[in-house]
T-cell receptor, first 112, second 110 residues
Framework: AQTIHQWPVAEIKAVGSPLSLGCTIK??????LYWYWQATGGTLQQLFY??????VESVVQLNLSASRPKDDQFILSTEKLLLSHSGFYLC???????????FGSGTRLTVL | QQKVQQSPESLIVPEGGMASLNCTFS?????YFWWYRQHSGEGPKALM?????GDKKEGRFTAHLNKASLHVSLHIKDSQPSDSALYFC??????????FGSGTKLTVEP
């Protein structure tokens, strides 16, 4: 069975500090990978997607970047956090395009 | 860009009742539609998909799609307290971007 693990579970960071969030997918080779952001109780906004290792496409510009260094790993990062970056970050995978998304349990980020 | 709107924003139904959630989308070329459910503090989970006009039933859940009117709905029969959650309609665009609606908060009262 496939599993998705996100880390860390929660972060409290200062404005202007760097950030790195990650997720790992086990049990599925060459999955499509996605990053989503969610304000508390709000909708889910897709940030990035990746179809293959080393290739990442941006969907919205939020002063964030993403990388896929390995087939099973997806990293979200920024060098300088803003207050507006606070929220719930979710990593997801799908077997291929336009199929069911399987989400991780998320990272709660608070920027002070 | 695809716009996905949901109504109502929140809904309270009694246990055993019927919950009806609505969603409209803007891109007439859309083909693949999903409903997701998110319990508090968790990631969303897919409930069901619908690709063709008409109804699709899975257990207590029935989705309805009308592409001509840009409308998709979800009906939950015999609602249970465990159905209390945020429900999202989602529509694929360009095969790699999944747009989520604004969400409906469902509360099922025992």
């Amino acid at each position: 069975a496939q599993t998705i693990h996100q880390w860390p579970v929660a972060e409290i960071k200062a404005v202007g500090s760097p950030l790195s969030l990650g997720c790992t997918i086990k049990g599925k080779s060459s999955p499509n990978l996605y990053w989503y952001w969610q304000a508390t109780g709000g909708t889910l906004q897709q940030l990035f997607y990746s179809i293959t290792v080393g290739q990442v496409e941006s969907v919205v510009q939020l002063n964030l970047s993403a990388s896929r260094p390995k087939d099973d790993q997806f990293i979200l990062s920024t060098e300088k956090l803003l207050l507006s970056h606070s929220g719930f970050y979710l990593c997801a995978w799908s077997p291929s395009s336009a199929e069911t998304l399987y989400f991780g349990s998320g990272t709660r980020l608070t920027v002070l | 860009q695809q716009k996905v709107q949901q109504s109502p924003e929140s809904l309270i139904v009694p246990e055993g009742g019927m919950a009806s959630l609505n969603c409209t989308f803007s891109d007439r070329n859309s083909q693949y539609f999903w409903w997701y459910r998110q319990h508090s503090g968790e990631g969303p989970k897919a409930l069901m998909s619908i690709f063709s006009n008409g109804d699709k039933k899975e257990g207590r859940f029935t989705a309805h799609l009308n592409k001509a009117s840009l409308h998709v709905s979800l009906h939950i029969k015999d609602s249970q307290p465990s159905d209390s959650a945020l429900y999202f309609c989602a529509v694929w665009s360009n095969y790699n971007v999944l747009y989520f609606g604004s969400g409906t908060k469902l509360t099922v009262e025992p």
